[in-house]
């Protein structure tokens, strides 16, 4: 008999209690100045924000004990923990480490941390579930979080949507028939986009209405950035190409959008009416009104606040990336 496969064993999720609306005075500028790429963010309502002084690591690390919760699974057993943490307190290490601290993980359990961005949750299930077949570790812990909203200049349309949160998976093995294991995932990208949508430092000399708050020396605090040619980006590959590739990923496997769960990233109801038009799913789970744009988090908190709503046993987990990627895991369970 072949040993069980793994699964997706347990999942959780954490978002900061203090909500922000669209009349919060933080957009004022925003909306009385219209800046650039404005259009582009709609079907946005509230957001998630972390309080001033309170970090990304332990809203990560309480994902991952819910995670680890719903699992039946204890910290000591946890082999392998992937994941990040955007924006992360330090270049490196990440804030992953933080979370390996906070739960008491064991010193055997392997830290990497992986700088995917908005396709991170995915690859990271992608990544162990092959380690765990590979007898490289018998239990994983899959944590993203986000903290954007520290992270984006107000004066800017990119911080319009910004939110934070925090989720997480656990992959084991196991047989539930209740339970998701991996089938197949896709890829593609577009590297000529390299550099249009970015996250770092800008120097001062460049033009920024940023406030004192957001300036660090000579550059700015680490930031979300739009340049010349993400419109491009956002239209041309980011509404068309996750799409393709989570059409051509169920059709492989004699799929039609009418068999599947979507759960996408979410920046704006622009994308998601897109994808939602081409890929026709039976079942379209997202919360843009509810909790905004979690950037590297929206996947996996979806995934784990909405599974009891969950109606097909074929789920396709999509989200692009800045790189420009975009990526597409399908999952299936036996039954519900």
């Not at 925003?30 to 079907?43: E, R």
């Not at 998630?48 to 919760?69: D, E, I, T, Y």
């Not at 020396?217 to 010349?228: C, R, W």
Request: aromatic share 8%; charged share 15%.
């Amino acid at each position: 008999m072949s040993a069980p496969a793994p699964q997706i064993a347990g999942l959780g999720y954490a978002v900061p209690p203090l909500v922000r609306g669209n009349d919060d005075p933080v957009f004022d500028w925003i909306k009385q100045h219209n800046p650039q790429y404005t259009d582009l963010f709609t079907g946005l309502q509230y957001r998630r924000v972390l309080a001033p002084g309170q970090s990304l690591g332990p809203l990560m690390a309480a994902a991952a004990a819910r995670a680890l919760a719903d699992a039946d699974i204890p910290p000591r057993q946890v082999d392998l923990l992937v994941g990040w943490g955007s924006v992360a307190r330090y270049y490196s290490p990440n804030d992953i480490t933080e979370v390996h601290y906070l739960l008491g993980l064991p010193p055997h359990c392997r830290i990497v941390p992986l700088g995917s961005e908005f396709t991170c949750f995915q690859d990271g299930i992608v990544m162990t579930d092959a380690m765990l077949r590979q007898k490289a570790a018998g239990t994983a812990l899959v944590v993203v979080g986000a903290n954007w909203t520290q992270h984006v200049d107000y004066h800017e349309a990119v911080s319009i949507g910004a939110s934070d949160g925090a989720g997480a998976a656990v992959l084991s093995a196991g047989t539930s028939s209740a339970r998701f294991t991996v089938v197949d995932s896709l890829n593609r990208v577009d590297t000529s986009f390299y550099g249009t949508m970015y996250v770092g430092q800008r120097p001062l000399d460049l033009p920024c209405e940023c406030t004192k708050d957001l300036r660090d020396g000579a550059f700015t605090k680490v930031l979300m950035t739009f340049n010349p040619g993400a419109s491009q980006a956002f239209w041309d590959f980011g509404a068309v190409v996750p799409a393709e590739v989570t059409l051509a990923l169920i059709e492989k496997h004699g799929l039609s959008g009418a068999d599947i769960t979507l759960i996408s990233h979410q920046t704006t109801d622009k994308l998601i009416n897109a994808w939602a038009e081409r890929i026709q799913p039976a079942q379209y789970l997202q919360t843009l009104k509810e909790l905004g744009n979690m950037t590297s988090a929206s996947v996996a908190v979806n995934f784990a606040k909405l599974y009891e709503q969950i109606e097909k046993d074929w789920v396709v987990l999509l989200a692009p990336g800045h790189q420009q990627q975009a990526g597409a895991v399908l999952l299936r369970r036996t039954r519900r």
